[in-house]
C-alpha cells in the first residue's frame, strides 16, 4: 500500500519572545527585525493603540533604539490591515502581544500560512503571576519560545515576575489586569520576592479558558 505525499506548502515560521518587564522582549524584537533586514528582507512591526508610552508612530526599547509600526486597534477591520500590510513583507513583528485581543492568535497563524516569518513579543505573566492567554496560547503553538528574564530589584536574583506597585505597596490581585507604564509602576521580581497579595492559580486558569 502507498501513502500519498500531501502537497508541498510554503508556510511560515512562529517565534514568541516573552519574560517578565525590562527584560529586553523589545529590544530583542528589534534587533531581530534589523537582523532579517540585513537578510534582505522586508519587515513590518505591529503596535497595539493601548500601548501610549512612547510615539504612537513608533515602538521604542528602554536602550532607546526605535523603529516605525503600524498602530492598530483590537478589532477585526485592523487585523485584516494587519494582513493586507503584510502582503509584501517577509517577516511581520508584533510588540507587547499581551495587549491584544485574543483575535490576534488566528491573525498570527493566518500570516504563518502565508508563508511569513513572525515574531511576537510580550509579557508571558499578568502582575499576578498569571499566563496572559494570547501570549500563553502563541507559545503553545510557536516554532521557537525565547524566554528572558531580568533582575530582581529586591535582591538581584534573575527574576521571572512583573511587580505592579500602587503607593509603595503591591497592587490588589483584583485590580485591572492591563495598566500600562513603566518603572513608575513595575519592577522586576524574583519568585521568592515577588508578592500577588491573593490566590496564584485558584480558578483562574479555568475562567480564562
Known sequence: MTTTQ???????LLKVVCGPMFSGKTEL??????RAELARKKVLLIKNHVDTRNTEDFVVGHDGTKR???LVKNNS?????????????????FDETQFFSKEIIGTIETLVLMGK??????????????????????????DEIVKLSSVCMICGEEAR???RIIDGKP?????PIILVGAEECYEPRCRSCFASRGPIMDGIIEKQI
Not at 500531501?6 to 511560515?12: C, F, L, N, Y
Not at 524584537?29 to 534589523?34: A, E, Q, T, V
Not at 502582575?127 to 507559545?139: D, I, K
Open 77 to 93: 477591520g485592523d487585523f485584516m490591515e494587519i494582513i493586507d500590510a503584510a502582503q509584501k513583507v517577509d517577516v511581520v513583528g
Open 161 to 163: 515576575f512583573s511587580q
Open 6 to 12: 500531501p502537497p508541498h506548502r510554503i508556510v511560515g
Open 117 to 142: 516569518s513572525v515574531i511576537a513579543s510580550g509579557l508571558d505573566l499578568d502582575f499576578r503571576g498569571v499566563p496572559f492567554n494570547s501570549v500563553a496560547m502563541l507559545s503553545s503553538m510557536a
Open 171 to 175: 497592587a490588589n490581585f483584583h485590580d
Open 29 to 34: 524584537l528589534l534587533s531581530l527585525l534589523r
Open 68 to 70: 516605525t509600526a503600524l
